[in-house]
T-cell receptor, first 118, second 114 residues
Framework: EAGVAQSPRYKIIEKRQSVAFWCNPI?????LYWYQQILGQGPKLLIQ????????DSQLPKDRFSAERLKGVDSTLKIQPAKLEDSAVYLC????????????????FGQGTRLTVV | KQEVTQIPAALSVPEGENLVLNCSFT??????LQWFRQDPGKGLTSLLL?????REQTSGRLNASLDKSSGRSTLYIAASQPGDSATYLC?????????????FGAGTTVTVRA
């Protein structure tokens, strides 16, 4: 079974530039998550999709971050304009379902994209 | 909202010693608790998932327990090896929500000395 795919693996940009990250979840997984992990901290949820609808984006800085999940499969996370404090690893994860229906909803993560803003 | 804490932040042990990693959470009505391993510069690898109806899960040298009443989970790694050196993260979700949202601790960085 193929895992969660993310690209690029690394990105270095100057502040005020824009950047986009791509994620392809495990086939059949309805729920997709984007997390931000700052060095030395645990991952923080930015946005959660159920199919192509947004379930939770309460911690997404909407003035500069945007995300979409076209056709309920692949997803793109964009930052525009980037700030120095956006330097972090951006992790994409997927699970079979995010709904509490009794099924086990184990989350699987991609390798992440390491963003450095200079 | 589920708050997760992991203590200690770092741990160093000699090879062969058993590892005990602690995780505490605030919402005792937890739905799932998941343990992950993260190697430097890599993503998260799922190790064990414990559902709210379970008390423990085992996989090889790994055993994780869940005590909802005390708000704690413990990951045991038997007979540690240098290859076990990594950061271990626990994450939990609260059952009051309809959504499976993982809240993470900051992790425990483990070094196993050869």
């Amino acid at each position: 079974e193929a895992g969660v795919a993310q690209s690029p693996r690394y990105k270095i940009i100057e502040k005020r530039q824009s950047v986009a990250f791509w994620c392809n979840p495990i086939s059949g997984h309805a729920t997709l998550y984007w997390y931000q992990q700052i060095l030395g901290q645990g991952p923080k949820l930015l946005i959660q999709f159920q199919n192509n609808g947004v379930v939770d984006d309460s911690q997404l800085p909407k003035d500069r971050f945007s995300a979409e999940r076209l056709k309920g499969v692949d997803s793109t996370l964009k930052i525009q304009p980037a700030k120095l404090e956006d330097s972090a690893v951006y992790l994409c994860a997927s699970s079979l379902t995010g709904q509490w229906d009794g099924r086990v909803t184990e989350a699987f993560f991609g390798q992440g994209t390491r963003l450095t803003v200079v | 909202k589920q708050e997760v804490t992991q203590i200690p932040a770092a741990l160093s042990v000699p090879e062969g010693e058993n590892l005990v990693l602690n995780c505490s959470f605030t919402d005792s009505a937890i739905y799932n608790l998941q343990w992950f391993r993260q190697d430097p510069g890599k993503g998260l690898t799922s190790l064990l998932l414990i559902q709210s109806s379970q008390r423990e899960q085992t996989s090889g040298r790994l055993n994780a327990s869940l005590d909802k009443s005390s708000g704690r989970s413990t990951l045991y790694i038997a007979a540690s090896q240098p290859g076990d050196s990594a950061t271990y993260l626990c994450a939990g979700s609260g059952s009051r929500s309809n959504d499976y949202k993982l809240s993470f601790g900051a992790g425990t960085t483990v070094t196993v000395r050869a």
